[in-house]
């Protein structure tokens, strides 16, 4: 997956620094031909939708709706459809109706592996976790929370159940006992239809787990969404450990397939939807591809994969306008390809679906990263137990707005498991996975499992900018718990007021001295470049996010 890879993947992606995916298959399969009636979206300048469908008749298409909110159009067609209808003056943009995307979680280094030892992680290691808090069995094992000032905050600003928090991901699995108290089932949506096979053939999701291959509500087969989702809000309730803000609503807005891609006209449906029910925040821990970076008009793709970016671009900016005008704050996880995002060169992912078309191109900052990059998006680098910028997180002056605790197995001596970040996992997805047994017991120090009360559940240590964006995610949920006014699904706070709130109570945090930071690990040595001030800069942006401040402040 991306912004960080399936935290069910092997390990040994962390030497690389990059971000893995368990959706790539190994095999290079032939290049099918285009199919016939294939389906697009068709995105249409402001007031052209007469002309964009007339585009779509001359060049031997059909119009099956669309949406004017967000100003496209559903057509298929064949054969040169897309650049005979992109070369009208109405049409914007032109992505077929396809998987775009990767859900955004990253691996933990196996133990025994050599890591970073450019310092030394702050916080206890497997073996000497602190007193848990508040009754929670697991939460000494949770530096990051303690890192924040959540800790604190749960007894003073624990949030409220009239906040409503989206979870654009993979699912989220409703069932499990750290989770079940705070999801909303009503609300949750499914947005996906799994696909067994891609259009190669290949596997993509394998076979369905239910009718009509559409999972419920409260199933996640991947698990990313459902780590994201408890480190937002598990409750306390003396069971494994406690989110950033323990007493807000999770809604379930699904938007990944099982194999951790995404569709791009499910991530538009996700939050028109989130913004038509009143969800106050969303967090979105994935980019839309099958474009790493987005570019409008790079001379090394073909005019129909320069028509494809420019309708990501153009389709994923109007659905976020959208949201953000209904009252929806939006965060984002930044990316875990260790690229200073305000001065990229290479592209080597894209196009990352289906397997087998990826090239090498040049690309500049006019190319982005949908929606870390995308405007009214705030982006949120990830960091370690130590404080530093994790290795594999993505920067720029430009585009970081908040730094949050990420995890990073190497940040420390040797690689640690216990550097991650601990949140609830399904069980179907460990056991599917190879990392529980026949009797459930965790094989390795990245599952932990807590039977205190009642029955068994269990958590997983995972890297990446996903795990960061949803503590930055929980202290807004805190702040439009404390200053919300009623309104549509229960609080409102302009995304205005809590984005300058989530700024106004972040620990300012400097650039490393020297500004090169050197990272070292496996042998090799990496070197990022820190840009900025105090105030604002490229690995911390407006500084770490504090809960305890957000229980605090006044507005």
């Known amino acids: 997956m991306r912004r960080v890879a399936s935290g069910l993947v092997a390990l040994a ?17 032939r290049k099918p031909a285009a199919p016939r009636g294939a389906e697009y979206l068709v995105f249409y300048a402001e007031g052209q939708q007469r002309q964009a469908r ?27 459809f897309v ?10 943009g032109v992505s077929p109706d396809r998987s775009i995307g990767f859900a955004t979680n990253r691996v933990l280094a196996p133990a025994g592996r050599t890591g970073s030892k450019s310092s030394t992680a702050s916080f206890p290691d497997a073996g000497s976790f602190t007193k848990n808090r508040a009754g929670e069995p697991l939460a000494g094992r949770q530096w990051d929370m303690r890192m924040i000032g959540a800790d604190r905050a749960n007894a003073k600003a624990p949030g409220t159940k009239q906040v409503l928090v989206g979870v654009i991901d993979t699912g989220v699995d409703g069932k499990h006992p750290d989770i079940a108290p705070n999801f909303n089932r009503e609300l949750s949506r499914n947005f996906v239809t799994d696909k067994p096979k891609d259009e190669n053939g290949e596997t993509l999701d394998g076979p369905c787990e239910a009718g009509g291959c559409k999972d419920p509500v409260d199933q996640d087969d991947d698990g990313h969404g459902t780590h994201v989702a408890s480190t937002i809000a598990s409750p306390i ?3 494994g450990i406690a989110g950033v803000a323990p007493n807000v609503q999770i809604v379930n807005i699904r938007a990944g397939q099982d194999s951790g891609f995404f569709f791009l006209k499910p991530s538009l449906d996700a939050l028109t939807y989130a913004a ?65 995002l305000g001065n990229p060169k290479v592209d080597k992912a894209s196009p990352g679906y289906p397997a087998g078309e990826k090239k090498v191109r040049q690309i500049d900052n006019s190319c982005i990263d949908v929606p870390a990059e995308s405007g009214g998006v705030i982006s949120v680098s990830a960091l370690g137990p130590s404080g530093r910028k994790a290795i594999y997180s993505d920067y720029g002056v430009e585009q970081t707005d908040l730094a949050a605790p990420g995890g990073d197995a190497l940040d420390g001596k040797g690689a640690k498991a216990t550097r991650s970040i601990l949140a609830a996992a ?9 990392r529980i047994d026949a009797k459930g017991e965790p094989k390795g120090a990245d599952v932990v499992k807590d039977c205190t009360a009642g029955p068994c559940s269990y958590y997983q240590y995972l890297d990446g900018t996903s795990m960061a964006a949803p503590h930055a995610t929980g202290v807004a949920a805190i702040l439009i718990s404390r200053f919300g006014k009623p309104g549509k699904g229960g609080l409102d706070l302009p995304p205005a007021t809590v984005e300058d709130l989530l700024y106004k109570t972040a620990t300012q945090k400097a ?12 042998g090799e040595t990496v070197t990022q470049d820190c840009e900025g001030d105090q105030a604002d800069n490229g690995f911390y942006g407006r500084g770490v996010v504090n809960a305890w401040n957000a229980a605090i402040v006044e507005p």
């Open 511 to 522: 650039c490393p001295t020297p500004r090169k930071y050197v990272y070292k690990t496996y």
């Open 54 to 80: 007339e585009a779509v008749e001359r060049a031997g298409g059909t119009t099956m709706g669309g949406d004017a909110r967000l100003g496209y159009l559903m057509a298929s067609g064949s054969g040169g």
């Open 237 to 239: 309730n003396g069971i």
């Open 426 to 434: 399904p069980e179907r997805v460990l056991r599917a996975a190879g």
């Open 276 to 340: 038509d029910i009143g969800v106050d925040v969303v967090n979105m821990s994935y980019y839309v591809d099958p474009w790493l970076f987005n570019c409008k008009a790079n001379k090394g793709d073909t005019k129909k994969q320069q028509l494809e970016q420019q309708a990501i671009i153009t389709g994923m900016q109007r659905a976020l306008d959208y949201a953000r005008q209904h009252g929806v704050t939006l965060i984002s996880a930044l990316g875990n390809e260790s690229i200073d």
């Open 13 to 29: 992606a962390v030497a690389t620094f990059t971000a893995c995916s368990t959706s790539t298959p190994t095999t290079t399969p």
């Open 83 to 92: 650049e005979a209808v992109g070369a009208n003056r109405a049409v914007i």
